[in-house]
């Protein structure tokens, strides 16, 4: 792999040079209009609170070999602060005219150890507080493993116990102020739970990521807000230790700052058997992909 060290804001025609063998040459039309491209590698360092990233990466296909490069990041705030050195991360790297940066970018918080040591979380909890540890995202069809948490009525809820039906999973707060996270996952689930209410299948299960603030009365009165079938849609809570514990299963990071709590974003489908049929780390997806989803894991 090559190492291309180049310092912003150049513009990439001149960070890439043919003659610095950086990239292979792409035809100036696809720079002009803007085109994007699949980005995988590992996070080396962070700067500017998480807006430049320097990543070595693997070759982008049709557009540059695997190389280290620093690129700006053009991204939510909360998954910029969510970045650290270490971070195994996917992305889209866009190329406009003579500007680039990465979007889009998902990390499940993927670390790479020292040699000779052990790996250093990149979300390390502040002293005191409880956060879930990467690394441990069960894969696309394996087995979830079991849990209980309470339910907004107080009743304790363990994943078996939905088994025989496929269950949608996301995690947010009560409290997140920003609109296009939570309050949009509530939403989409929200139109899922409509959707679902003339089918005979399906139960829905939102986890809090913010469990000492989110108590069961707390989560009750959300869920009522958002007009939830109790039968069929279960908002859970716990302690801060089981609540993490059923996060990093499903590759989910949250740490509490400035009294907020950032977290990286992840909707999921668990088939009848309890295995992960699907997951989504982007906001991308609609209540129809989910519907669709569910429908399949019946058949798995």
Not at 105 to 116: E, K
Request: charged content about 25%; glycine content about 8%.
């Amino acid at each position: 792999m090559s190492v291309c060290k180049v310092f912003l804001p150049l513009a990439l025609a001149a960070a890439l040079l043919p003659a610095a063998a950086c990239r292979q040459r792409v035809p100036a039309a696809a720079a002009e209009a803007g085109k994007r491209f699949p980005l995988k590698g590992v996070i080396r360092e962070v700067e500017d609170g998480g807006k430049r990233v320097t990543v070595e990466h693997e070759a982008v296909p049709g557009y540059m070999e695997g190389m280290t490069m620093p690129f700006p990041v053009k991204d939510a705030r909360e998954v910029a602060a969510l970045l650290r050195p270490g971070d195994r991360i996917e992305a889209t790297l866009v190329v406009e005219k003579d500007k680039y940066w990465l979007e889009k970018i998902l990390t499940r918080g993927f670390v790479t150890a020292p040699a000779g040591g052990s790996a250093a979380g990149p979300d390390a909890p502040a002293k005191g507080e409880i956060a879930p540890r990467p690394n441990l995202g069960v894969a696309v069809g394996d087995a979830v493993p079991d849990f209980a948490l309470t339910d907004q009525s107080g009743q304790r809820v363990r994943l078996s116990d939905l088994a025989g039906e496929p269950v949608a999973v996301a995690f947010l707060y009560t409290r997140c102020p920003i609109a296009t996270a939570c309050p949009m996952t509530t939403a989409k689930f929200s139109q899922l739970d409509a959707m679902l209410a003339g089918k005979n299948f399906g139960r829905l299960v939102t986890v809090t990521v913010d469990p000492v603030n989110d108590t069961p009365r707390v989560l009750a009165d959300f869920a009522a807000k958002a007009g939830a079938q109790p039968k069929r849609w279960k908002f859970l809570t716990g302690s801060p230790e089981a609540v993490a514990r059923v996060a990093e299963s499903f590759g989910v990071l949250y740490r509490t700052e400035r009294g907020q709590v950032i977290h990286t974003q992840a909707v999921a489908v668990v088939d009848p058997r309890g295995r992960l049929a699907t997951i989504y780390y982007t906001d991308d997806w609609k209540p129809e992909h989910l519907l669709r989803d569910m429908q399949k894991a019946r058949g798995a």
